[in-house]
């Protein structure tokens, strides 16, 4: 069957591009120039009505349906297809004061005000009425309409209130927690709640884990991230059966976040959409976010299952939400845009369409800047809408990574979770510093959840898996056993689903498989380091490794600076079966890093394409193998391939000119 992205851009004639349209802050005559420059800057694709329940509804019962019936058919005839948001992510105020109970309340018990957007509860049963009215109208009023191309649900759930303490949440809770528990033994077991007189003797007594005088209850606070996150899927799920059923045919996305969203789990939402989506912004702080958007484009692919993706947003140049919003260089636009169909985007779309005037954003960059079209941000949005449609012929085709990087948002919640060995271990910051030394390597991987079929891949990296259930590590073993390459990060295998360490040294689950036990975590403090028997240094973290099994590929060097676990093992290597399992037990440096990752790769058979500086990744399918080619260099590069350039590019006998800090794409020949 075809995929329904495929079927979007065979609709709209390639590959999708355009942004967020906002036009209820513009008037009529600018919607004209709108859909006119729209055209100009090869626009066929725009999300309307994110923002729009306040127009939309403007009483309760009560629905104007005036300017989204005139914008949608301006759009349509301008040849524009809509991506129809539902307006759920901003309850109109109205709304608030009929039901001051929906709004969000803190964990130090302090209810929000309205007056920004997502100022709800999520699990208000108001809520739940009003928004389930409002998609019912809109999916009623649109189902027909020949421009709706896709839905767009709600707005980045749990962007800005998935962590909601109020009273009807606590309800939700107890509800929630019945259903997983059953019994309070089992969930007094699984929370550890002999410890600190915490046990529970009836359901009313539980309660969120809200501020209170030292720490919380961990497997309070991580069942709590669970059922939060839960508590946003239910209302997309409501949200998606009404489209589906008074509007089939039509597909259904919502814009995930990547890793810029912590407290909603990506792969539980991802199966809920027909195609999936996401938002992807730079951190201007980070010189290193160019890696970053290939990681957070690597995963947007693992929530797609591997299937083609769309970019929902992105900036075209500076955000408004960090303390110094830096603008994007001349080609840096052009140079993110085609990173994300590298890596599996079939649609490329911005936060917004034109930039606004008045409101909270109206400092954030667009496709159409204040200074309109005489500037260099309008020149590049116009250059790359030329771009992509002549790269139209590339829509469907997938990439498979080599490696697999685990990826896992319950496990980002415990490792980050209070009274740890070490608050240095940040999940992020350790999936990053793996994630740089395979892409420095150009080994592009797939980003999945522990329990993925590990079959389709090579090697197999786990930056850390300090919650992990037993099945996923069943899943481990036997991808290494039958022949599989991995490595894993420190404070891994320890903890079982509920948070309990499992008995008897660590890294519990993983002691066979890595061929390895620790009798002792030691971690550094701020600023210590251990010296590397191959001369680096590692940070953070230290492990007392006894090899069972395994044997030491790098030690911690057997002085005084080899730290508290000094002349021990650092990185292991263990046969296991037909394939092999390396353990870090410590945050190596980059190149010592970026070098266990070669030699795993080089066991793994994988042979990176291009040379280091230019970031390569392929795209094939039946149509042909395109190889991606983006220069990170200040020099131009020429790498060895076979082809025919598309866009400009200069491929000759030699290979392909990449200039510096350009992009080329080849359409490769044997
Ligand atoms: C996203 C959001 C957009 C806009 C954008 C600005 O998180 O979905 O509506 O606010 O950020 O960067």
Same mark, same amino acid.
């Given at each position: 069957?075809?995929? %329904?992205?495929?079927?979007l851009?065979?609709?709209?004639?390639?590959?999708g591009?355009g942004g967020d349209y906002n036009p209820e802050q513009? /008037?009529?005559?600018?919607?004209?120039?709108?859909?006119?420059?729209?055209?100009?800057?090869?626009?066929?694709l725009v999300t309307v009505g994110v923002f729009s329940w306040s127009r939309v509804q403007?009483?309760?019962? =009560?629905y $104007?349906w005036?300017l989204l019936d005139?914008v949608l058919?301006?759009l349509?005839?301008?040849?524009i297809a809509v991506d129809l948001a539902t307006p759920t992510a901003a309850p109109p105020?109205?709304?608030?004061? *009929?039901?001051? $109970?929906?709004? !969000?309340?803190?964990?130090?018990?302090?209810?929000?005000?309205?007056?920004?957007r997502q100022?709800?509860?999520?699990?208000?049963?108001?809520?739940?009425?009003?928004a389930d009215a409002v998609v019912t109208a809109l999916a009623k009023r649109y189902a027909?309409h %020949?421009a709706v191309a896709l839905w767009h649900v709600h707005n980045e759930w749990?962007n800005?209130?998935? +962590?909601?303490?109020?009273?009807?949440?606590?309800?939700?809770?107890?509800?929630?927690?019945?259903?997983?528990?059953?019994?309070?033994?089992?969930?007094?077991?699984?929370?550890?709640?002999?410890?600190?007189?915490?046990?529970?003797?009836?359901?009313?007594?539980?309660?969120?884990?809200?501020?209170?005088?030292?720490?919380?209850?961990?497997?309070?606070?991580?069942?709590?991230?669970?059922?939060?996150?839960? =508590?946003? +899927?239910?209302r997309h799920?409501a949200e998606t059966?009404l489209l589906r059923?008074l509007a089939?045919?039509i597909p259904v996305t919502t814009n995930l976040m990547?890793? *810029?969203?912590?407290?909603? &789990?990506?792969?539980?939402f991802?199966?809920?959409c027909d195609l999936?989506s996401v938002d992807?912004?730079?951190?201007?702080?980070?010189?290193?976010?160019?890696?970053?958007?290939?990681?957070?484009?690597?995963?947007?692919?693992?929530?797609?299952?591997?299937? !083609?993706?769309l970019l929902m947003e992105?900036?075209?140049?500076?955000?408004?939400?960090?303390? @110094?919003?830096?603008?994007?260089?001349?080609?840096?636009?052009?140079?993110?845009?085609?990173?994300?169909?590298?890596?599996?985007?079939?649609g490329?779309m911005f936060f917004q369409w034109?930039?606004?005037?008045?409101?909270?954003e109206?400092?954030?960059?667009?496709?159409?800047?204040? =200074?309109?079209?005489?500037?260099?941000?309008?020149?590049?949005? /116009?250059?790359?809408?030329?771009?992509?449609?002549?790269?139209?012929?590339?829509?469907?085709?997938?990439?498979?990574?080599?490696?697999?990087?685990?990826?896992?948002?319950?496990?980002?919640?415990?490792?980050?979770?209070?009274?740890?060995?070490?608050?240095?271990?940040?999940?992020? $910051?350790?999936?990053?510093?793996?994630?740089?030394?395979?892409?420095? +390597?150009?080994?592009?991987?797939?980003?999945?959840?522990?329990?993925?079929?590990?079959?389709?891949?090579?090697?197999? @990296?786990?930056?850390?898996?300090?919650?992990?259930?037993?099945?996923?590590?069943?899943?481990?073993?036997?991808?290494?056993?039958?022949?599989?390459?991995?490595?894993?990060?420190?404070?891994?295998?320890?903890?079982?689903?509920?948070?309990?360490?499992?008995?008897?040294?660590?890294?519990?689950?993983?002691?066979?498989?890595?061929? *390895?036990?620790? $009798?002792?975590?030691?971690?550094?403090?701020?600023?210590?380091? =251990?010296?590397? &028997?191959?001369?680096?240094?590692?940070?953070?973290?230290?492990?007392?490794?006894?090899?069972?099994?395994?044997?030491? @590929?790098?030690?911690?060097?057997?002085?005084? &600076?080899?730290?508290?676990?000094?002349?021990?093992?650092?990185?292991?290597?263990?046969?296991?079966?037909?394939?092999?399992?390396?353990?870090?037990?410590?945050?190596?440096?980059?190149?010592?890093?970026?070098?266990?990752?070669?030699?795993?790769?080089?066991?793994?058979?994988?042979?990176?394409?291009?040379?280091?500086?230019?970031?390569?990744?392929?795209?094939?399918?039946?149509?042909?193998?395109?190889?991606?080619?983006?220069?990170?260099?200040?020099? &131009?590069?020429? @790498? %060895?391939?076979?082809?025919?350039?598309?866009?400009?590019?200069?491929?000759?006998?030699?290979?392909?000119?990449?200039?510096?800090?350009?992009?080329?794409?080849?359409?490769?020949?044997?």
């Open positions: 069957m075809t995929h %329904p992205l495929t079927a851009n065979q609709r709209l004639g390639g590959i591009y513009w /008037s009529r005559e600018v919607w004209r120039e709108d859909v006119r420059l729209m055209r100009e800057a090869g626009v066929n403007p009483r309760p019962g =009560a $104007d005036e005139e058919d301006l349509h005839a301008h040849g105020p109205w709304f608030t004061k *009929l039901h001051p $109970d929906a709004l !969000p309340v803190t964990a130090s018990g302090t209810r929000l005000a309205h007056g920004s100022v709800f509860c999520p699990s208000s049963p108001a809520y739940a009425e009003a027909d %020949p749990g800005h209130n998935a +962590l909601c303490y109020c009273d009807t949440s606590a309800a939700a809770f107890r509800t929630w927690l019945r259903d997983r528990y059953t019994t309070l033994d089992a969930l007094n077991s699984a929370w550890g709640t002999d410890f600190w007189s915490q046990r529970y003797g009836d359901w009313d007594e539980i309660d969120p884990p809200r501020d209170t005088t030292a720490f919380r209850n961990p497997g309070q606070e991580l069942d709590y991230r669970r059922f939060s996150s839960d =508590a946003l +899927l239910t799920h059966a059923r089939p045919g990547g890793t *810029l969203e912590k407290k909603a &789990d990506g792969y539980a991802a199966p809920a999936v992807h912004y730079l951190t201007a702080a980070d010189p290193d976010g160019h890696i970053d958007l290939a990681l957070n484009a690597d995963l947007a692919r693992g929530m797609a299952g591997g299937a !083609p993706w992105h900036s075209t140049s500076a955000v408004n939400w960090q303390p @110094v919003n830096v603008a994007k260089h001349p080609g840096e636009l052009r140079r993110n845009s085609l990173t994300h169909l590298a890596r599996g985007a079939d490329i034109r930039q606004s005037t008045a409101g909270a109206k400092w954030h960059s667009a496709m159409l800047p204040h =200074a309109g079209t005489d500037s260099r941000i309008w020149r590049e949005v /116009s250059a790359l809408g030329a771009e992509l449609s002549a790269l139209s012929e590339v829509t469907g085709t997938r990439v498979q990574g080599d490696v697999a990087l685990l990826f896992d948002w319950p496990n980002w919640w415990a490792l980050e979770l209070q009274a740890r060995p070490s608050d240095r271990l940040r999940y992020l $910051d350790v999936v990053r510093d793996w994630y740089a030394a395979l892409w420095a +390597l150009n080994l592009t991987c797939d980003l999945v959840p522990p329990g993925a079929d590990l079959t389709p891949y090579r090697a197999v @990296v786990a930056p850390n898996l300090y919650l992990l259930a037993d099945q996923d590590a069943a899943n481990l073993d036997g991808y290494v056993r039958q022949g599989g390459h991995l490595a894993v990060g420190c404070f891994s295998g320890v903890a079982d689903t509920q948070d309990r360490v499992r008995p008897g040294g660590y890294p519990g689950a993983l002691r066979d498989v890595l061929g *390895l036990r620790v $009798d002792e975590y030691l971690p550094l403090r701020p600023g210590q380091s =251990a010296l590397l &028997d191959d001369g680096t240094l590692a940070h953070d973290w230290a492990e007392r490794v006894e090899p069972r099994g395994c044997s030491a @590929v790098l030690r911690f060097a057997d002085t005084p &600076d080899g730290g508290p676990a000094a002349g021990g093992p650092a990185v292991t290597r263990h046969a296991h079966g037909r394939g092999s399992a390396r353990y870090v037990a410590t945050r190596p440096s980059a190149p010592t890093l970026r070098e266990l990752m070669r030699t795993l790769a080089d066991e793994a058979g994988v042979r990176p394409v291009a040379p280091e500086g230019v970031e390569a990744v392929r795209r094939t399918g039946p149509q042909g193998s395109y190889l991606f080619l983006v220069n990170h260099t200040a020099d &131009d590069v020429t @790498v %060895p391939v076979r082809g025919t350039g598309l866009l400009d590019a200069k491929v000759t006998d030699t290979g392909a000119l990449v200039p510096a800090g350009g992009v080329v794409v080849v359409r490769e020949h044997e």
